[in-house]
């Protein structure tokens, strides 16, 4: 069974940085792509960043040039680095991976940025 483990998340102000880490139960060669989501109240989750195990990243537009994704294999731990925060990336954040046919998720962590 695969077991994803998210910390980091936390309040910020406006303008600050936060990362966050993902710790997997195996190695991430195991999995295709790791990727990380976001749901705000109210509304569906939604990809922000996401890694495949070649290295190949894709970012939503709303985070692109603010956000990045980088893979620690040794770790087992894929991270999301989030700059220059704005208050509509407030949610919770998930981590995922894909293995094989299935797609694991994490239990998710707050971010809460401040106005």
């Known amino acids: 069974q695969v077991q994803l483990v998210e910390s980091g998340g936390g309040l910020v102000q406006t303008g600050g940085s936060l990362r966050l880490s993902c710790a997997a139960s195996q190695s991430l060669f195991s999995f295709s792509r790791m990727g990380w989501y976001k749901q705000a109240p109210g509304k569906q989750r939604e990809l922000v960043a996401s890694v495949s195990s070649g290295g190949d990243t894709n970012f939503a537009d709303s985070v692109k040039g603010r956000f990045t994704i980088s893979r620690d294999n040794a770790k087992n731990t894929v991270y999301l680095q989030m700059n220059s925060l704005k208050p509509e990336d407030t949610a919770i954040f998930y981590c995922?991976?894909?293995?094989?046919?299935?797609?694991?998720w994490g239990q998710g962590t707050q971010v809460t940025v401040s106005s």
């Open positions: 995922n991976a894909h293995w094989g046919s299935r797609i694991y």
